[in-house]
């Protein structure tokens, strides 16, 4: 079992759909980030957590530190949102460790 | 303010060959780190670098090394290469680690033919 679970592992929506992608871990974390890679492979750092809960435009990210839970909500999704999303975590002993991504596309 | 910059973008080698691999990282930033993203194993830590110190390691073989420059700038060095590192190999920059946003570059993607 992976140490970083997301889910869904694709998806794919309609213009102006409200997107939630998850990210669970098995592992204590000092930290948790969440990405954004687009076609080509160039990566965007989008938020960097420790607790709570982060707003930038229309991107949303939450954590749980006890049940080990976070989630990337996107509001009214736009077709430039298609990307890649991963979610790495910094464990205890400063390894990271990255989910499998999740593959969004949205359609006009 | 100047991106992340790797070069090569892209390389092709054979087996048994060795590559070296660049990142200049944003101006100010001390911290580099190494990434390896394959289909199959998606992304991977190498190593970080911090003011020309390793500070972190990954779980990949010792054909792996790199080191970091006075000025930040970092190289990554991958010796007798194999079919399975073939891959996008990503840099990251940041003041002090990854407590603080990650900049990352394009990436060197690398054929092994």
């Known amino acids: 079992k992976n140490e970083v679970e997301q889910s869904p592992q694709n998806l794919t929506a309609q213009e102006g759909e409200f997107i939630t992608i998850n990210c669970s871990y098995s592992v204590g974390i000092s930290a948790l980030h969440w990405l954004q890679q687009h076609p080509g492979g160039g990566i965007v750092s989008l938020f960097m957590?420790?607790?709570g809960k982060k707003k930038h435009g229309r991107l949303i990210a939450t954590i749980n530190i006890q049940e080990k839970h976070s989630s990337l909500h996107i509001t009214a999704s736009h077709p430039r949102d298609s990307a890649v999303y991963i979610c790495?975590?910094?464990?205890?002993?400063?390894?990271?460790?990255f989910g499998t991504g999740t593959r969004l596309q949205v359609f006009p | 303010k100047a991106g992340v910059t790797q070069t090569p973008r892209y390389l092709i080698k054979t087996r048994g060959q060795q590559v070296t691999l660049s990142c200049s990282p944003i101006?100010?930033?001390?911290?580099v780190s190494w990434y390896q993203q394959t289909p199959g194993q998606g992304l991977q830590f190498l190593f970080e670098y911090f003011s020309e110190t390793q500070r972190n390691k990954g779980n990949f073989p010792g054909r792996f090394s790199g080191r970091q420059f006075s000025n930040s700038r970092s190289e990554m060095n991958v010796s007798t290469l194999e079919l399975g590192d073939s891959a996008l190999y990503l840099c990251a920059s940041s003041f002090s680690g990854w407590g603080q946003p990650q900049h990352f570059g394009d990436g060197t993607r690398l054929s092994i033919l």
């Open positions: 957590l420790s607790s």
């Open positions: 790495a975590v910094r464990n205890n002993t400063d390894k990271l460790i």
């Open positions: 101006s100010g930033h001390r911290s």
